[in-house]
């Protein structure tokens, strides 16, 4: 989960049926913003749900209210539901200040995604517990099941990937990985606060990359 920021919509655009935001302009926008992958595990899916961050079941308006709404995939918005309304959100603070996601690859894989919380208000506690299942499992086989693949299918080659530039950037600093590193962590990037939080922990990186991490 990475800092977003959502566009100011057109005067002449409403939000009045489910219609209205699940194609159309509206949709566009939104997904632009998400930078067309989950906000949440920030894997860009081939199943796209729109997501109220805070969920709209006691509070009608809510459903409606662009600022509650976000692109998410299948699994992250399942898993989410209406348990996890008070989480962090993205466009009104930087996940990245509260959040700290990193891997461990043994033996070509990745047994659990490592989820620490850097404050301890009830709000980032509760992100990161819906992180941890997101990542590392849940309560049924299926939701295992495409734990395992979000993070060996999905996450593992494009972390890999990216410790590739890492090492091209030191062994031939010549060739232009610096671009790449910078364009991977961008927060459009997929995973982009684990491939953030690599550069921060290597002081080297860090003081080369510092001004793309703002």
């Given at each position: 989960?990475?800092?977003?920021?959502?566009?100011?919509?057109?005067?002449?655009?409403?939000?009045?049926?489910?219609?209205?935001?699940?194609?159309?302009?509206?949709?566009?926008?939104?997904?632009?913003?998400?930078?067309?992958?989950?906000?949440?595990?920030?894997?860009?899916?081939?199943?796209?749900?729109?997501?109220?961050?805070?969920?709209?079941?006691?509070?009608?308006?809510?459903?409606?209210?662009?600022?509650?709404?976000?692109?998410?995939?299948?699994?992250?918005?399942?898993?989410?539901?209406?348990?996890?309304?008070?989480?962090?959100?993205?466009?009104?603070?930087?996940?990245?200040?509260?959040?700290?996601?990193?891997?461990?690859?043994?033996?070509?894989?990745?047994?659990?995604?490592?989820?620490?919380?850097?404050?301890?208000?009830?709000?980032?506690?509760?992100?990161?517990?819906?992180?941890?299942?997101?990542?590392?499992?849940?309560?049924?086989?299926?939701?295992?099941?495409?734990?395992?693949?979000?993070?060996?299918?999905?996450?593992?080659?494009?972390?890999?990937?990216?410790?590739?530039?890492?090492?091209?950037?030191?062994?031939?600093?010549?060739?232009?990985?610096?671009?790449?590193?910078?364009?991977?962590?961008?927060?459009?990037?997929?995973?982009?606060a684990f491939k953030r939080k690599i550069i921060r922990d290597n002081p080297?990186?860090l003081s080369f990359f510092s001004d793309a991490l703002v």
């Amino acid at each position: 989960m990475v800092k977003l920021t959502k566009s100011l919509l057109p005067d002449d655009i409403k939000i009045e049926s489910d219609n209205d935001y699940r194609h159309g302009t509206v949709f566009h926008i939104l997904a632009e913003d998400c930078h067309h992958k989950c906000y949440i595990c920030e894997d860009k899916p081939t199943s796209i749900n729109v997501e109220h961050i805070v969920s709209h079941r006691n509070d009608p308006a809510l459903k409606y209210n662009w600022h509650n709404l976000f692109i998410a995939c299948t699994h992250c918005n399942n898993i989410k539901g209406t348990r996890y309304d008070d989480v962090i959100n993205p466009t009104e603070c930087d996940p990245e200040d509260y959040i700290a996601l990193s891997i461990e690859i043994q033996n070509d894989f990745i047994d659990t995604v490592h989820v620490d919380f850097l404050q301890q208000d009830p709000c980032t506690l509760k992100t990161a517990e819906l992180l941890r299942f997101v990542y590392n499992g849940g309560s049924t086989d299926i939701k295992e099941i495409e734990c395992v693949n979000l993070r060996n299918e999905h996450l593992l080659p494009d972390i890999k990937l990216f410790k590739q530039y890492i090492q091209g950037f030191f062994a031939e600093p010549e060739l232009g990985y610096d671009a790449i590193i910078k364009k991977e962590i961008d927060r459009s990037s997929k995973f982009a606060a684990f491939k953030r939080k690599i550069i921060r922990d290597n002081p080297e990186l860090l003081s080369f990359f510092s001004d793309a991490l703002v």
